[in-house]
């Protein structure tokens, strides 16, 4: 069983302890503003509210409790030292209490009250389990049907056949067995409808790849050979080869996009990749009717532009920070933020910035000045054609930073631009979805009729 202690007096965590037993967690927070983001973050069997605690924060607490406890099976006791007007009025204006208990009755009356409220450790086994499954429900309705089952878009049926499968044997009602709460069959059966329906929704929505026949190859109708060989030589000089092997290695690493390479001339570009180039133009242009010194200057300009690649860095900066951006889809951070730093040293363009700043942070809270400075460059250089592909990620980045910081309504802002620039991003969608539920829940407070109960007389 956990306790929670919400008050200013230390001696209460002692007596407390003394009537539930040594078995009992019991935890004390003095501050209400403390307790409160406790209350978020972890579920306790029973809250002993110590309202001299909370005496000068009576609406915060009405309104704050009611949202908290309204979906969890939590015992709540006001401890009073006296039953005034005041208490009273609290009590009314939060009818979720269980128990008032007046410790000025001495404690044997202390120890008896709170001593109903003693859950076993079945019951409250049962109850965490409860918890579990609505938090899991919750998370569910708020996610897209893509992240529900962890699969991406595209991926095809037989992928989501699979992954259905694995989540049914988690999830299915009927691994809770019969000797279950109510609570327990009803959260899981919502629970195992939620994933039939996000099934039955990607069944419909996502190919058959096994079963797709494979697209013919478009055939070029000519009439002649020559035709042909025009056809491949206009390819060839459009630099249609080489943005379709760009392409593809963003691809395998996740920086696709739909920008234009235009504005990201030097993205997934070694030497290999130029020295290529070169030989592909010295072949186009020895089928082109070009003359020799357009075909001298167009691979002394490739070349010429290898090397200043090969003396900056940017080709070992960029290998760095493709491997480590792996190893942050696959949440490595530590191993991840190594790579992306050596990247960061290599070449500071925004986007090893934007990662660098991010996995500093997320791994060490203490560098937030730091790492709100070189995102907020980031964003302050959005104009120029290198940060557009960043911009997206350091607006999600410093919003997660404020939103780490309890700063909500700086957070909201950089969620929604990183959306605006980006509509894809599911966690900036996800974010901005939260903050419009909050702003829901807190628009139903107790109004005008609280703020006249505690309205000094």
């Not at 965490?128 to 893509?146: F, G, N, P, Q, V």
Request: aromatic share 6%; charged share 25%; glycine share 4%.
């Amino acid at each position: 069983m956990r306790v929670l202690i919400i008050s200013e007096e230390p001696r209460l965590t002692g007596l407390v302890q003394n009537a539930l037993g040594s078995a009992v967690s019991v935890s004390a927070i003095n501050q209400w503003k403390v307790a409160k983001s406790a209350l978020t973050q972890v579920r306790f069997d029973l809250i002993c509210l110590d309202y001299q605690c909370v005496r000068n924060e009576n609406l915060d607490v009405v309104v704050s409790l009611r949202s908290l406890l309204a979906s969890v099976d939590t015992t709540l006791c006001l401890l009073v030292r006296q039953v005034d007007a005041d208490v009273q009025r609290f009590q009314v204006a939060l009818p979720r209490l269980d128990d008032v208990i007046d410790m000025s009755m001495g404690k044997e009356h202390f120890n008896q009250r709170l001593t109903k409220h003693k859950r076993s450790e079945e019951a409250t086994a049962l109850l965490t389990l409860e918890s579990e499954l609505h938090a899991s429900l919750i998370d569910m309705r708020r996610s897209t049907k893509y992240e529900v089952f962890g699969i991406s878009k595209g991926c095809g049926r037989q992928i989501v056949h699979a992954r259905y499968r694995s989540l049914v044997k988690k999830h299915h009602p009927d691994v809770y067995g019969s000797n279950v709460s109510p609570r327990v069959k009803e959260l899981s059966l919502e629970i195992f409808l939620t994933l039939k329906e996000h099934y039955l929704m990607l069944l419909a929505s996502e190919p058959d790849l096994q079963s797709a026949p494979k697209p013919a190859p478009k055939s070029v109708v000519s009439e002649s050979a020559d035709s042909s060989s025009t056809l491949s030589r206009i390819e060839s000089l459009s630099g249609f080869k080489s943005k379709q092997a760009l392409r593809s290695r963003r691809q395998e690493h996740g920086l696709a996009g739909e920008s234009s390479e235009a504005n990201f001339p030097h993205l997934e570009m070694n030497s290999e990749s130029f020295l290529s180039e070169v030989s592909d133009v010295e072949e186009t242009l020895s089928l082109a009717e070009t003359s020799a010194a357009e075909r001298k200057q167009k691979v002394e300009a490739l070349a010429t532009r290898s090397q200043e690649m090969r003396r900056g860095g940017i080709a070992p900066a960029r290998q760095a920070f493709n491997a480590g951006y792996l190893l942050f889809r696959e949440k490595k951070f530590p191993e991840a933020l190594a790579l992306v730093k050596r990247a960061h040293e290599l070449n500071p363009d925004p986007l090893n910035s934007t990662y660098y700043a991010h996995l500093l942070f997320r791994l060490d809270p203490g560098e937030f000045r730091r790492s709100e400075k070189l995102l907020q460059d980031v964003i302050d250089r959005g104009a120029e054609p290198e940060c557009r592909q960043a911009l997206p990620d350091a607006h999600l980045f410093l919003g997660h930073l404020f939103k780490a910081r309890n700063q909500p309504e700086k957070a909201l802002a950089h969620y929604e631009s990183a959306l605006q620039l980006n509509p894809g991003c599911v966690e900036a969608e996800r974010e901005v979805r939260r903050s419009e539920l909050r702003s829901k829940r807190l628009s139903t407070n107790p109004g005008d009729y609280l703020r006249n109960v505690f309205k000094n007389k």
